[in-house]
């Protein structure tokens, strides 16, 4: 569940929606071998999702934050009715206001039926996880944010076709999209007129096949941990609370 949304001048605007749907089957595949007795299912992609950033450019769609919240609620609560008894919630899309609807829906379900929902994906994003994992690239991936070199690279590794090649000479552009003071701007707002944040010229598909396949082992080792009872990974904390801080309402 992810939104459609602009990715600069180079990528497809299903990038996140592509990506999540992807990793969630390849997570499946993996599941199976480890354990056969259990039954995956997925749900069919829902291109919905919150993106205030990158309303003004086309080809973004934004769905309301409480309208997420309704739609994972229902989804999940249809589900529950059927005897589905475990959920991951599949996206690649971490707008904070994106992650409130889904967590909010989340919560909601959890109290109304006796189910277990995680989104793993937030969890090892906000952790800064792939800053620690990643290999060495040679210059600092701590500024690629959107459409940036990391989803660059994903994309020429999944989809190298419905990558635009004038990639290769997009300048690096970087500005802090987590500071509290850009949360609720769009990107027009804070100066950035081409749609994307980082360096997307360095685009590598050897990279982009490591972090998808980080993105698969994440799914799956939070999938297992659920099956098992475990407690399941949580946003930082700080991230929490700025999330909470974002308005229902834009
Ligand atoms: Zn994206």
Redesign the pocket.
């Known amino acids: 569940m992810s939104p459609l ?1 602009e ?1 600069g001048p180079h990528l497809p605007i299903g ?2 929606l592509l990506t999540a749907r992807d990793a969630a089957r390849e997570a499946i595949r993996t599941i199976k071998k480890q354990k056969p007795e259990l039954t995956c299912v997925l749900f069919p992609i829902i291109p919905l999702g919150y993106s205030k950033m990158a309303s003004d450019f086309p080809g973004t769609v934004s769905t309301q934050i409480k309208a997420l919240k309704t739609v994972v609620y229902d989804v999940c609560s249809s589900l529950a009715r059927f005897g589905f008894k475990y959920y991951v919630l599949c996206t ?2 971490m707008d904070l206001g994106h992650l409130k609807g889904l967590y909010s829906g989340m919560n909601k379900v959890m109290k109304a039926h006796k189910v277990k929902i995680i989104e793993p994906w937030g969890p090892y994003f906000y952790s800064k996880e792939v800053e620690k994992r990643e290999p060495q690239v040679g210059f600092d991936t701590k500024k690629e944010v ?2 940036c070199f990391r ?1 660059t690279s994903l994309m020429n590794y999944q989809y190298p076709y419905l990558v635009d090649p004038c990639y290769k000479d997009l300048q690096s552009i970087y500005r802090d999209l987590y500071s509290p003071r850009v949360l609720g701007k769009t990107f027009k707002e804070i100066g950035i007129s081409e749609g994307y944040v980082g360096s997307p010229a360095r685009a590598d598909s050897d990279y982009g096949r490591w972090y998808f396949q980080q993105i698969v082992e994440t799914y799956v080792q939070a999938t297992l941990d659920m099956m098992e009872g475990k407690k399941p990974p949580e946003l930082p904390t700080q991230t929490q609370l700025l999330m909470r801080s974002m308005f229902w309402l834009h």
């Open positions: 949304e990715h990038t996140d690649f899309h959107h459409a989803e």
